[in-house]
Structures are given as structure tokens and as C-alpha cells.
């Protein structure tokens, strides 16, 4: 196996591999190969012919590229690419589950995660009131180094990431959202930006169709099933949506209706080591997780025997 991991984050995986040569792993069975330069280290290998299997994680327009590499020697691959999920929250939803959820969904990792909630549709009934008890809790989470005491979000991975949520967030703004928390860079060293929620979010805002992958939730009313779900869909991700309803008809009905690979039917959390986890359309191939994940590394062999 090679492990090439991403160029901000050597150091975890060399101490993933550290972990498993303590647990018994034999010597060249994992080898890590770190490098800012994945162009010149991965493609050879990928086109060489020796590669029998790729797994990426990552965005969608790497993916794009691994795949044009890898049809050359037709290698298997496994691609779990971005994501712009929904979170949608009907007019029959519990609030107090749906604020838990979306705190989850959003603020996992800052919001830096492919299964982060992107797009909050909301029913018109009810949207003042979650985004006022959205705001509260963002509002509350205290921002600062993860090494000190208290702290609920660290920063961002790098400026290039921050200055990414800045101008979605400045072009929201612009095309009319309202700020009810945070909002603004905040001064000093560091890559920090606060746990933001905007409402009366246009729809042909950027952030609506670019991946954040920021602490920022965006606030869209409905007052539609058709509706929502057409919205929902709109979009060339399907990684995960979240459906928050009392009903249990509208809540498969609107789960078999989402076009993404994972729903969270009241819950924020899907992700489950046990389960199959992937996306469809442009947020990847195949799945990761429980068997399925396994045998996406496996190949079938099939024996024919006569008998006499």
C-alpha cells in the first residue's frame, strides 16, 4: 500500500503508520509517501501499470483528473469527492433535534468535512425561529487555538481556505443574506473565522453551489415538498442530505427523492464504520465502510466445474 496524504497534513499519517508498525504491521506493507508535488509522484504510477487499486479522497475536479489517469491502465478506483449537502427542515420537524442536527452537520471539523450541511432549506413556517436558535448556538461556541481550555473551534486549514469562506460569505451578503452571527474575520494571527449564520440566502449565491467547507450556514426558506427537493437536487454533488420531519411517509418519501448516496433522517451524524459510505454523481464511486467497503478492494473470481 501507499499512503500519499494530503500536503497540509503529513504529520498524522506518518504517525497513522507509526501506530500500525506498534500493532504488528510487517516493514513495506504501508508505505508513506509525502510530497507537495502529487502531480509527479502519483501519475507515473497510476499510468505505469502496477497499480491495481486507487482510493481518493478529495474534491471533485482532483478526482477528475486521478480518473483520466487511471483509464490508461484501467485501474479500479474508489472516489469520495466533494459535497453540497442539504439540510432540509419541514414545518412538522422538532426544532430542538434540528438545531442539535445542524450543529453537528455544520460544525464537525469547522465545517471542514465532505459531509458537512452546506445549504439549510428551511420551511417558511419555521425559519425565523430555527435561525434565531441556530444563531444562539453558533454565537455561543468560543473560537481560539484547540490547545487551550474551552475552546470549541480551532481554525481553518490554511489562509487560502479562510479567504475561500470570506468571499462566499461577502458575495452572500452582497446579493442580500442578512448576518445574524458572525461574519467577520476576526483580527490577529491565525486562520480563524467565526461560526456564521446568514439568512435570506438568494439563490444564485455562490455559496449555494460551491462547497464551503467553512463554519457557515446559509438559510433558505420553502414552503414546497416538490419545491425543496427540486432545490435540493439542483446541484452536481449527491454526497448526503439531511431530512428532519415528524412524519415517517414524508421521511422515507423525501430520502428516496434526494438524489445523494447517504440521508440523515433526524440526525446530523451519518457517518458509521459499520455502514456503507459514499456519494452519487459528481461526490465520487463506490463506498467505504462495513463490507462494501471491502470489497470494493477485493476481486471475484469465478470457477467452472464440470461434473461427471
Known sequence: MILKPAPQTPLSSLALAGILKEAGLPDGVLNVVTTSRAGEVCEPLLRGGRIRKLSFTGSTNVGRLLLAQCAEAVVRTSMELGGNAPFIVFEDADLDKAVDGAMVAKMRNMGEACTAANRFFVHSSVAEEFGRRLAERMGALVVGPGTRDGVDVGPLIDRTGRAKVEDLVADAVERGARVLVGGRTPEGPGCFYPPTVLADVASDSRLMDTEIFGPVAAI???????????????????????????????ALRVSERLE????????????????????????????EGGRVGIEEFLEYQYLAVPVR
Do not use: C, H
Request: charged share 20%.
Open 220 to 250: 433558505l426558506t420553502f414552503d414546497d415538498e416538490d419545491e425543496v427537493i427540486r432545490r435540493a437536487n439542483d446541484t452536481p454533488w449527491g454526497l448526503v442530505g439531511y431530512v428532519f420531519t415528524e412524519g415517517l411517509d414524508r
Open 260 to 287: 445523494v448516496g447517504m440521508v440523515g433522517l433526524n440526525t446530523g451524524l451519518v457517518s458509521n464504520p459499520a455502514a456503507p459510505f459514499g456519494g452519487v454523481k459528481q461526490s465520487g464511486l463506490g463506498r
